[in-house]
């Protein structure tokens, strides 16, 4: 038997899997013993906190269960000659119709509109007209999987799509070396980079009002990559028209600001959260751990950690 450190939360199905080659020992929940530790299983949201992953001499690898691992320290596991996995593709449709059900609502009022309808409020009046989704130019900030995902998704809505990342890609959209350029022309700007140092913030005050009032923003990317202060104050004093966030700063917590605003849609991190997507997202966590027992090989490791397969 292995012994594999596991911190967050895992899937029954998953830990029946893992039991089959691991003994479990859950972070928090007891000693463990760190000199055997050989794996991790971690999520995008704890990672590995530094001094964890100091402590164990013989970890081989951390298998993340999410795509995005900003959560990680991916160049010290490198320097330690630790795999990192992460969970790609298997989530590009959810949460790419995560992207665009916040840009419908957010355009067509669903959310009070509903509320219209539930409170009995009809019966004093009709709800006020909304915006139409179609026809819009949409900004990509991030076009890797998902990014790409939504580009597809939003072909049904006969959106004009134009991106920014750093390298420019052999797609047929409009490419904007400069993200505040393509903010001033897009009509909604949506989020999709991963988090980390090289897109802390990059979405800050002069982007937003590039973006201006009559522009809407949605972010599934990562909290850090948006600064959440320019965000909560262009929203107040009017300078941006909507905002619709599936990820926050400081989350679980959300600024007391955003909850109070009527512009402004607040999802709980639930990107990728339907049962089949994270089904596949956990078989993918174990398949890596179990195919590194196996042949030392994993399955999806991380572009930092893929030179040690
Ligand atoms: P990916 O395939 O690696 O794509 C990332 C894209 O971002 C690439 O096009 C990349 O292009 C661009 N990019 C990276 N750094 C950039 C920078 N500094 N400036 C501009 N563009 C940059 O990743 P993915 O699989 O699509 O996932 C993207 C992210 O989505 C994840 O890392 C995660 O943070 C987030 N996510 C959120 C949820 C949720 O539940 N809300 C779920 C899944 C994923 P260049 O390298 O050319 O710049
Ligand atoms: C998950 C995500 O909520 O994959 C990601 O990067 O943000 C989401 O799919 C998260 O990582 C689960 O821990």
Request: glycine share 8%; charged share 20%; proline share 4%.
């Amino acid at each position: 038997m292995h012994n594999l450190l596991q911190i967050g939360d895992i899937t029954d199905v998953m830990r029946s899997r893992l039991e089959v080659a691991f003994k479990i020992h859950k972070l928090g929940e007891g000693d463990y013993p760190n000199e055997k530790i050989t794996h991790v299983a971690t999520n995008g949201h704890d990672g590995v906190p530094a001094e964890i992953m100091a402590g164990l001499p013989n970890l081989k690898l951390i298998s993340c269960y999410g795509v995005g691992y900003d959560a990680i320290d991916t160049n010290k596991a490198a320097e330690r000659g630790i795999l990192v996995t992460h969970t790609p593709n298997v989530l590009n449709a959810e949460v790419a119709s995560t992207a665009i059900l916040l840009m419908l609502a957010s355009y067509r009022n669903f959310l009070t509109d509903e509320a219209h309808a539930r409170s009995g409020e009809w019966e004093n009046g009709n709800a006020p007209l909304s915006y139409s989704a179609d026809n819009r130019k949409v900004g990509i900030l991030g076009l890797g999987r998902i990014g790409q995902a939504i580009a597809d998704k939003l072909e049904a809505f006969n959106a004009d799509i134009h991106y920014h990342t750093r390298n420019k890609k052999e797609v047929l959209y409009t490419y904007h070396a400069s993200l505040k350029d393509m903010a001033k022309v897009v009509d909604v700007l949506i989020c999709i980079t991963p988090g980390g140092p090289s897109t802390n913030q990059i979405v800050n005050a002069e982007v937003i009002d590039a973006l201006g009032q009559e522009g809407r923003l949605i972010n599934v990317s990562r909290g850090s990559v948006v600064d959440e202060t320019a965000l909560v104050a262009a929203l107040k004093e009017g300078r941006l028209g909507y905002a619709a966030l599936d990820v926050f700063h400081g989350e679980p917590r959300i600024p007391d600001a955003l909850k109070t605003m009527s512009n402004v849609i607040l999802l709980p991190h639930v990107g990728s959260a339907t049962h089949e997507t994270r089904a596949a997202m956990g078989a993918l966590v174990v398949d890596n751990l179990l195919e590194q027992i196996k042949s030392g090989q994993v399955i999806t490791s991380v572009p930092e950690t893929a030179h040690l397969t």
